[in-house]
């Protein structure tokens, strides 16, 4: 279960894509109280607005909705829990990169298809290893600083 954070503006968030017509990472351009409101795709680089869901897909049940007015737990017991998650990616991450050749990664882009415990080399976040294959055209690639929804098998 992913923990909601703090969004804003030049921070990162999944979106659906207008163009690669996925939910996908993003990158915040714009922001409206505490919801995104302008969005730039990593996979594509268009902008477009923010859209938490798919169009026509309904969230599912129990689903945070960002910028909703669902209870949160008690601010320090999340920040804790937070904070511990991200030390045990970070964990993850290293021992999944640690020793590794340069070799040993697979350069990334959205043509290319990968496996589970891949590692990946990104342009732009740096790093990283397959976490999970969601379906044929998207993975998700933990980052040292957070994992990403990424395209992959794109045409
Ligand atoms: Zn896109």
């Known amino acids: ?20 017509k996925m939910v996908l990472n993003h990158r915040i351009i714009a922001m409206l109280g505490p ?12 902008h477009h607005n923010f859209r938490q869901f798919a169009p026509g897909a309904a969230p599912a049940k129990g ?18 829990k937070l904070e511990q998650e991200r ?23 959205v043509s290319a298809t990968f496996e589970q415990g891949q590692l990946v080399r990104h342009t732009k976040f740096g790093d990283g290893v397959v976490t999970r294959i969601l ?4 993975v998700e690639v933990l980052f040292k600083d957070e994992p990403r929804t990424l395209a992959q098998g794109l045409q």
Do not use: H
């Open 35 to 46: 919801k995104p409101i302008k969005v730039e795709c990593s996979t594509c680089m268009s």
């Open 87 to 109: 030390r045990e990616r970070e964990q993850q991450w290293e021992r999944a990169i640690a020793g590794k050749a340069m070799g040993d990664f697979k350069r990334y882009n």
């Open 63 to 80: 689903a945070k909705l960002i910028g909703g007015s669902a209870p949160r737990p008690a601010r320090v017991s999340s920040v804790t």
């Open 135 to 138: 379906d044929a055209n998207k």
């Open 1 to 20: 279960m992913k923990l909601a954070k703090a969004l804003k503006t030049g921070g990162e968030v999944d979106s659906w894509c207008t163009k690669c």
